[in-house]
């Protein structure tokens, strides 16, 4: 199995800032890497695919990059709504794989 | 538009199972993989396994072998995802969401809570 692990796990940040959340896959998954934000009481939704390509409806702020086994999330300028969970996840092959999670929360 | 409806919550005692239901809407049911999350409070995201609403193939996470069971009624565009021989750790909120591809998962449900408590 494909383990997922990110850095940091939890970050405090203030409005404007540039965030960024590392990703790292225990062995190669091409770009099968995705990220999806979670709100406390909601179910995850979706940011990025194929690693670096922004879902529809998802602000531009928001961008990812990376292949292999090293990847990143980053948000340009942090904004309230902004303050969440973030879930790196392969889809390389099966079992799929979350890594457990960074928290944003506000400075 | 694209939704994924699940059935209510449920409370269920060790040893029990429960079925948890997900409609979906706004696509061609068929034509995409619906998968399987659960969320333990205040824990990460747990993937359970996948089934093919067109041929109801299905591909089980380890973990689950011999407790899960995917189902589908593609007449009424609805997967179902049983689980048995219930414990305390299985409480948790399971979520259904729909893949695009592999296993990029593009729409969720808004999940079920299951509680198993004696």
């Known amino acids: 199995d494909i383990q997922m692990t990110q850095s940091p796990s939890s970050l405090s940040a203030s409005i404007g800032d540039r965030v960024t959340i590392t990703c790292r896959a225990s062995?190669?998954?091409?770009?099968?890497l995705a990220w999806y934000q979670q709100k406390p009481g909601k179910a995850p939704e979706p940011l990025i695919y194929a690693a670096s390509s922004l879902e529809s409806g998802v602000p531009s702020r928001f961008s990812g990059s990376g292949s292999g086994t090293d990847f990143t999330l980053t948000i340009s300028s942090l904004q309230p709504e902004d303050f969440a969970t973030y879930y790196c996840?392969?889809?390389?092959?099966?079992?799929?794989?979350f890594g457990p999670g960074t928290k944003v929360d506000i400075k | 538009q694209v939704q994924m409806m699940q059935s209510g919550a449920e409370v269920q005692k060790p040893g029990a199972s429960v079925k948890v239901s997900c409609k979906a809407s706004?696509?061609?049911?068929?034509?995409?993989?619906v998968h399987w999350v659960r969320q333990a409070p205040g824990q990460g995201l747990e993937w359970m396994g996948w089934i093919n609403p067109n041929t109801g193939d299905i591909n089980y996470g380890q973990k689950f072998q011999g407790r899960v069971t995917m189902t589908r009624a593609t007449s009424i565009s609805t997967a179902y995802m049983e689980l048995s021989s219930l414990i305390s750790t299985d409480t948790a909120v399971y979520y259904c969401?729909?893949?695009?591809?592999?296993?990029?998962?593009?729409?969720w449900g808004q999940g079920t809570l299951v509680i198993v408590s004696s």
């Open positions: 706004g696509y061609r049911f068929i034509s995409y993989y």
């Open positions: 996840q392969h889809y390389d092959t099966y079992p799929l794989n």
């Open positions: 969401a729909r893949s695009r591809g592999l296993g990029f998962l593009d729409f």
């Open positions: 062995q190669g998954v091409g770009h099968y």
